[in-house]
């Protein structure tokens, strides 16, 4: 099956510093991956929509600049949290689809970073 | 923006019953996904319909799709301890380019 591998799973910074987490498909290449953050007892919000060898589009609300995707590869995307504060503390997924299945575009999950800023 | 609302938020039932929840959406659909999250884990793909679908079934698992009523359901019958998890259906909606929308999920809980 899909596999996808975020990392870290858990992360704790300092207020003002960058975290970057990555999300790998390991047995498939993901021309498009999903990030998304989850508050606590809630739904998933899409922050933005990572495009290999192009740029990322945001939703609506999302700093670009606070936020930064990269998808260098067809197996790799990051996201870098830059200049992290105690806002931003939340869970973050990435997902990617199979190319072989994109008509149904159904997504298959890394395992989640959970982000704490002090 | 959140698209899906589903009830109850919270469900709690004891092992070997069932577990029916509901899904509403706003807007047309290519089809709808239910997903599975386990606490502090990523979403697990359980079943999809599509939009011309009405039923599909899956293991213990039975989907129902409305598109009148903008509406699904998901069954888990016999639920088992393993079942406690959050529900979420997401919506592969026409022409926004393959975001998914998801719900505000159900938190199940079963009990022995």
């Known amino acids: 099956g899909a596999v996808v591998s975020q990392h870290p799973s858990w992360v704790i910074c300092k207020s003002g510093t960058s975290v970057k987490i990555e999300c790998r498909s390991l047995d498939f290449q993901a021309t498009t991956m999903f990030w998304y953050r989850q508050f606590p007892k809630q739904s998933l919000m899409l922050m933005a929509t990572?495009?290999?060898?192009?740029?990322?589009?945001?939703e609506q609300g999302v700093e670009k600049d606070k936020f930064l995707i990269n998808h260098a590869s067809l197996t790799l995307s990051t996201l870098t949290v830059t200049s992290a504060h105690p806002e931003d503390s939340s869970f973050y997924i990435c997902?990617?689809?199979?190319?072989?299945?994109?008509?149904?575009?159904?997504?298959?999950f890394g395992a989640g970073t959970r982000l704490s800023v002090l | 923006s959140q698209q899906g609302e589903e009830d109850p938020q919270a469900l709690s039932i004891q092992e070997g019953e069932n577990a029916t929840m509901n899904c509403s959406y706003k807007?047309?659909?290519?089809?709808l996904q239910w997903y599975r999250q386990n606490s502090g884990r990523g979403l697990v793909h359980l079943i999809l319909i599509r939009s011309n679908e009405r039923e599909k079934h899956s293991g213990r698992l039975r989907v129902t799709l409305d598109t009148s009523k903008k509406s699904s359901s998901l069954l888990i019958t016999a639920s088992r301890a393993a079942d406690t998890a959050s529900y979420f259906c997401a919506t592969d909606t026409t022409g926004t380019a393959s975001k998914l929308t998801f719900g505000t999920g159900t938190r199940l809980q079963v009990t022995l």
């Open positions: 990572s495009n290999e060898g192009s740029k990322a589009t945001y």
């Open positions: 807007t047309s659909i290519n089809n």
């Open positions: 997902s990617a689809r199979v190319p072989t299945d994109l008509a149904k575009n159904i997504q298959y």
